[in-house]
Nanobody, 114 residues
Framework: QVQFVESGGGLVQPGGSLRLSCAAS????????MGWYRQAPGKQREWVAM???????NYVASVKGRFTISRDNAKNTVYLQMNSLKPEDTAVYYC????????WGQGTQVSVSS
């Protein structure tokens, strides 16, 4: 079963940027759709961005225009560029196929606070 390792999180001020990376233990080419998800304290995990094998993307309304998802099949890596971050973006961010097909990784914490 493929494993995902997320990285790139941290503490950033409102309006700041972060770039998250998700490294897969094997090829992600077989996954038609890859996604980024997040889970804020006391809330259910939600998907925030998705990308197809052909490069089509979609985003939850709350991040549209601020986040950009991309994938590098050769490197088995999915990225999430996050700009204009808001306090409500604070969460643990995960990647997985969409719908999820593997166990969840440990995620990467993103904290947006002044």
């Amino acid at each position: 079963q493929v494993q995902f390792v997320e990285s790139g999180g941290g503490l950033v001020q409102p309006g700041g940027s972060l770039r998250l990376s998700c490294a897969a233990s094997e090829s992600i080419f077989s996954f038609a759709v890859m996604g980024w998800y997040r889970q804020a304290p006391g809330k259910q995990r939600e998907w925030v961005a998705m990308i197809t094998s052909g490069g089509a993307t979609n985003y939850v309304a709350s991040v549209k225009g601020r986040f950009t998802i991309s994938r590098d099949n050769a490197k088995n890596t999915v990225y999430l560029q996050m700009n204009s971050l808001k306090p409500e973006d604070t969460a643990v961010y995960y990647c997985n196929a969409l719908p999820p097909e593997s166990d969840w990784g440990q995620g990467t914490q993103v904290s947006v606070s002044s």
